[in-house]
């Protein structure tokens, strides 16, 4: 008897689920996202925004930049918003992303102990402190998991022509606020972007060391997942999101972003960039009047290192 | 220690406030893990009592493959049903990835060998005489049956909490299959991966708390079920 009322339950909660909107309909887009988009909380913000205005369901999924290209050149995904520009140009060329637009941008800063035992504080290149760190046998905590400050954070590596490698060298195989918790616990330094860094400041000893270097600029793109990925890609519904995050609107919500928060924005807006050849012009509208002290100006001019497929877009 | 309290204050705050987003997040996962379970029992019990009271070739095998799958890996479980729910992947055109179905596909997938391998072993454990017992009174093969499954009813609770209990608090497949979207796949446990990724400590603690409490609730409430005409 007994067992039949179990049973009953059970099916009872069957037909509660199957009443729940589960299965997606043409009209869910689906955005594959970095963490630091989500963890931030800014995409809590954009996300009902979007949905309001275009009347479609967004589903975001948050994982590394790595990851997140993957699921869009496999058309498992429909727009991806991530920040690791080497990668992008890559999937560009293989034509498995199209229409890269630039959305915004904030910074890596490199953080360590308040004692700095490789003595980076003392210069202003982040290529060097990379060196001087590999040179003193210095603790560095590595996300190690392809995302787009694992990539950056590669590379520096490379242009400060070291291997890292050996018992100073960990690999978290985590997130930047795991990282940065692990870095903080074994008195090593790391490479954060500087809204986990904000987001986790009140439990951390680690002290930001080198900010505004012209490579620790962290540059969020969107990209369209092209359509000849698989049937199933919803291309119209991937480019009405990446318009959306580029839309005067948007961009609003991103440029006053944080202040409440943390006193401070998390990301500056610069849709609209065109970027040519390899190079990135500032926006015509200097943005970073509310940027926090540190990154990069608009009279230093900046651009991306390494070439970048010469793209238009409006 | 000063976080582990402001968490728990924080939970307290939570529940007694009935915060929508987090009733909301408990109620889904109570509603996944309560249906996956269910469809568990539904397919583990037959399965399990056919299995104990049958003997054919390879029964070892099949037995051995039941009790690896009662320790089956959240994740791995998740990358198969990731694979086979993709977009590209075999039963991509269902479009059930990234949704709470998803997350009771892989969360079956956890708990059947569960309670398949205990309702196995409870009803195995049943000595043959009893059988024997009954069939020398006439009783047919569904009687047979249900009466031995009468008899093994408190292992048998015990398969309900352990495949409950696996999957409300297995958070790696459900992170995979589900997405965590917000509104939409966001259970307890991978709203408290996310909470702790954006470093709010102490509501990933409260969230903590408020799975342990529920899991307690309701292994609480099969516990007094099972225990309350237990022969002294």
Redesign the interface.
């Known amino acids: 008897m007994?067992?039949s009322r179990?049973?009953a339950?059970?099916?009872l909660?069957?037909l509660?689920?199957a009443g729940?909107p589960?299965?997606?309909q043409p009209s869910?887009v689906?955005l594959a996202t970095t963490?630091s988009t989500?963890?931030?909380?800014l995409l809590?913000v954009l996300?009902p925004l979007f949905e309001k205005r275009s009347g479609y369901t967004l589903?975001?999924?948050?994982v590394g930049t790595g990851q997140a290209l993957v699921l869009g050149a496999?058309?498992?995904a429909d727009v991806v918003l991530v920040h690791a520009p080497e990668l992008e140009a890559k999937y560009m060329a293989e034509g498995k992303l199209l229409n890269r637009r630039l959305v915004m941008y904030n910074d890596f800063v490199l953080a360590g102990p308040a004692e700095d035992p490789a003595g980076v504080r003392a210069v202003k290149k982040a290529v060097e402190a990379f060196r001087l760190v590999a040179r003193s046998g210095s603790r560095f905590v590595s996300r190690g998991d392809n995302s787009g400050t694992h990539t950056l954070e590669r590379r520096l590596w490379k242009l400060a022509g070291v291997e890292p490698k050996g018992a100073w060298y960990i690999e978290s195989g985590q997130?930047?606020?795991?990282t940065l918790v692990i870095a903080n616990d074994r008195n090593g330094y790391t490479l954060s972007d500087r809204a986990?860094h904000l987001?986790?400041q009140?439990?951390l000893k680690l002290a930001i060391l080198l900010e505004g270097d012209r490579p620790l600029v962290n540059l969020y793109s969107v990209l369209e997942a092209s359509p000849s990925n698989?049937?199933?890609?919803n291309a119209a519904g991937g480019k009405a999101f990446a318009s959306f995050l580029v839309s005067a609107e948007a961009q609003a919500v991103i440029k006053t972003f944080g202040v409440e928060k943390y006193g401070r924005s998390l990301f500056v807006p610069v849709a609209g960039i065109r970027f040519l050849g390899g190079g990135l012009r500032p926006p015509s509208e200097p943005p970073p009047e509310i940027a926090p002290a540190g990154y990069p100006r608009r009279r230093r001019g900046w651009a991306l290192e390494g070439r970048i497929p010469s793209h238009d877009q409006r | 220690m000063e976080l582990i309290w402001e968490g728990m204050a924080q939970a307290l705050r939570l529940i007694l406030t009935g915060d929508p987003e987090v009733l909301g997040i408990t109620w889904l996962s109570l509603?996944?893990s309560?249906?996956a379970?269910?469809?568990s029992?539904?397919v583990g019990i037959p399965l399990g009592s056919l299995i104990a009271l049958t003997r054919f070739a390879g029964r070892s095998f099949v037995v051995s493959l039941i009790n690896t799958g009662m320790g089956l890996p959240p994740v791995v479980v998740g990358l198969f049903v990731s694979i086979f729910l993709?977009?590209?992947g075999p039963l991509?055109?269902?479009?059930?990835?990234?949704?709470?179905?998803a997350i009771?596909i892989a969360q079956f997938v956890i708990a059947a060998p569960i309670v398949t391998g205990l309702t196995l072993a409870a009803v195995q454990q049943i000595p043959p005489q009893f059988r024997l017992q009954m069939l020398a009174l006439g009783a047919s093969r569904v009687q047979l049956v249900w009466m031995l499954?009468r008899e093994a009813?408190l292992p048998m609770l015990a398969a309900v909490m352990a495949g409950f209990g696996g999957v409300i608090s297995e958070g790696g497949a459900s992170m995979m299959v589900g997405?965590?979207?917000?509104g939409?796949t966001r259970v307890l446990t991978t709203a408290t991966v996310?909470e702790?990724?954006?470093?709010n400590?102490d509501l990933a603690i409260a969230l903590s708390v408020l799975l342990l409490v529920i899991t307690f609730l309701v292994n609480w409430a099969l516990t007094w079920?099972q225990q309350r005409r237990r022969p002294s």
Request: aromatic content about 6%.
């Open positions: 007994r067992r179990c049973r339950g059970a099916l909660l069957l509660a689920l729940s589960a299965a997606a869910v689906i963490t989500q963890d931030s909380g809590d996300v589903k975001t999924i948050a496999r058309g498992e997130g930047m606020g795991a986990t987001a986790f009140r439990r698989g049937p199933r890609v | 509603q996944v309560g249906v379970t269910g469809i029992l539904l993709w977009r590209s991509g055109f269902l479009e059930l990835l990234y949704t709470p179905t009771v499954l009813r997405g965590n979207i917000r939409q996310l702790t990724g954006k470093g400590f079920i």
